[in-house]
Structures are given as C-alpha cells and as structure tokens.
C-alpha cells in the first residue's frame, strides 16, 4: 500500500509539471498580422478586435518596429492607443493552486514617461501593483499567486497622463502558468489512481 501511494503522488506530480503551457490567450500579442516594419493596429473598448483580451476603455495599439522592440515574436502592445487604455483576460483557475505570471514591460521610447496598474484578481485582489518603466529596453517581471477562485482575472491599465495619451506603457510575453497544484482531494486522488489501484489491487489476489 506504501508503494502505491508513492506511485499516486508520482503521477500527481507529473500531472502538475505536464501543466506549465501559457493559459492565456495571445499572451505576446502576435495575433495581428501587420505588414509593414514600422506600423501599429488600434484596438478600442467595446470593438472586440484584440484577439483573447478585453480593452476595458479608451483604446489600446498593438505594434512593431517601434522601440522597445518585441521580447517575443515580432509585436507589442503598447497600453495607450491614441488614449489611455487598458486590457484584461480572465482564465480559468483553481481556487488553491499556485500560478506564475510573468511578462515583460518597457517604455515606449517616443513618450518616455508613463506608468502603468497591474491588477490580479480573483474572490478578492490577488496582486496590485504600479509598474514604472524608466526607459528602453524591457524589464522582466515575474510573480505569483495562490488563486482563490474558480476565475482569475489578468488587468492592465495604462495611467500616462502625458502625450495627450498616445504613449502608454509597452507589454510582452505576458504568461499565466500553473506551477503547483493544491493538494488533491481525495476524489481526485481516486480519479487520478483508480485505474493503478485496480492493477494492484488483482496483483494481491
Ligand atoms: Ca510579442
Ligand atoms: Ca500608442
């Protein structure tokens, strides 16, 4: 029986680390093709445009060819279109689970001073934050948390008051991964082991 335990928490544990993908959708925000070396794509709140994310207000611009340059494929959004804007995604998560969110974050180079909120939330606020690029290049940002709810919702607001709002913050690469799993519940152990236990179970007799 001690065998079989050991086995159970074995397949668990591969279960978890099998589970480390992006849950977010359009995370580097390639989902724009867009032809030229130099050019940008305007998303606003209310169009439904921005593949995977919601623009919660005014609008967002999705780039290339401008600086920062793109940490991750060839696109970067930058949080204020012609306006201030802001973007959310909300994922499924598992109240009790451990989840890493990391992303990379600069300031658009031609509007140089800008900031940015980062909200987490799920049941109640998870991380809140203000992220505050000095300039170029990129700055990695790498946190986690414990979600308390069966959704966990993933915002960013640009809060540039300059420039009459065309220069926001730049993100990229942004990931939501799951990196530990809470431990089991006892159906879900059986879930995960019945068909072990049944194998050993006929071995015995
Ligand atoms: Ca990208
Ligand atoms: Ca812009």
Known sequence: MKNTLITLASITALAASADAQNLLTNGSFEADSL???RTFVVHTAGAGTLSG????TGNVDVNTGYHPLATDGNN???LSGTAVG???QTIATTAGNTYSLTFDYGSNVEYPIDTALLNVTGASSLISE???PTTSPFRSYSNSFVANSATTT???SSLSTNNTGFGGVFLDNVSVSLTSEAV???SSI???GLGTLGLLARRKR
């Open 35 to 37: 032809s030229s070396s």
């Open 86 to 88: 802001g973007i959310s």
């Open 76 to 78: 970067v959004l930058d």
């Open 53 to 56: 994310w919601t623009v919660t």
């Open 154 to 156: 993933i915002d960013f």
């Open 130 to 132: 203000t992220l505050a």
């Open 184 to 186: 089991p519940e006892p």
């Open 190 to 192: 059986a879930l995960l």
